[in-house]
């Protein structure tokens, strides 16, 4: 199983910017996608961007045009940059690796609070 640790998460006044790191302990050249996902208290897991091999990139609507997904596959890490930040944003996000071989892992979560 793939191994991923998140790192970047904090407290952040609304407008402001966060980046999320997630770095794997597998090839990039072996991952099929690797995405975001969040939590809210009392909501379900929501998708909020992924990239995929070939650079393709999905992002949930309420997201678009705020945050970006990106990777460096010399570091086995994906990126999340998060700008102009709401409160509806507090979240824990969650780093997702599904590998060529169609398995998936899970990173252990980091809390992002956007509070004033």
């Known amino acids: 199983q793939v191994q991923l640790v998140e790192s970047g998460g904090g407290l952040v006044q609304p407008g402001g910017s966060l980046r999320l790191s997630c770095e794997a302990s597998?090839?990039?050249?072996?991952?099929?996608?690797m995405g975001w996902y969040r939590q809210a208290p009392g909501k379900e897991r929501e998708l909020v961007a992924e990239?995929?091999?070939?650079?393709?990139?999905n992002y949930a609507d309420s997201v678009k045009g705020r945050f970006t997904i990106s990777e460096n596959t010399t570091k086995k890490t994906v990126y999340l940059q998060m700008n102009s930040l709401k409160p509806e944003d507090t979240a824990v996000y969650y780093c997702?690796?599904?590998?060529?071989?169609?398995?998936?892992?899970w990173g252990q979560g980091t809390q992002v609070t956007v509070s004033s």
């Open positions: 997702k690796a599904v590998t060529t071989w169609r398995s998936i892992s």
């Open positions: 597998e090839s990039m050249w072996n991952l099929r996608t």
């Open positions: 990239i995929s091999s070939d650079d393709t990139t």
